[in-house]
Nanobody, 119 residues
């Protein structure tokens, strides 16, 4: 199983921006998609954004459309989540995940990156 490492989290004031990065190490495998999820304290994990690997199509939760952008580098080695116009409701631990082609299910997860947005 690949090891996913998120970076770029931190503390930001409302209206500010952060960019999260996700890098994979270890064995490689065919990917259906990579995505970002988040989990706030006391709440269940929720979907944020994803990018399908074959065509680079992007998808977003309604709550982040127009504010967040998921992307990958040209070498397809790193996935990013650009987060603009952050608000306190975006405070959560953000997880990067891979959905392998074999399952199309997000079953490879990183350890998470804390994003805290202050008012």
């Amino acid at each position: 199983q690949a090891q996913l490492v998120e970076s770029g989290g931190g503390l930001v004031q409302a209206g500010g921006s952060l960019r999260l990065s996700c890098a994979a190490s270890g064995r490689t495998f065919s990917r259906y998609a990579m995505g970002w999820f988040r989990q706030a304290p006391g709440k269940t994990r929720e979907y944020v954004a994803s990018i399908t690997w074959s065509d680079g199509n992007t998808y977003y939760a309604e709550s982040v459309k127009g504010r967040f952008t998921i992307s990958r580098n040209s070498a397809k080695t790193t996935v990013y989540l650009q987060m603009n116009n952050l608000n306190p409701e975006d405070t959560a631990v953000y997880y990067c995940a891979i959905a392998p082609m074999t399952t199309r299910s997000y079953d490879h997860w990183g350890q998470g990156a804390q994003v805290t947005v202050s008012s």
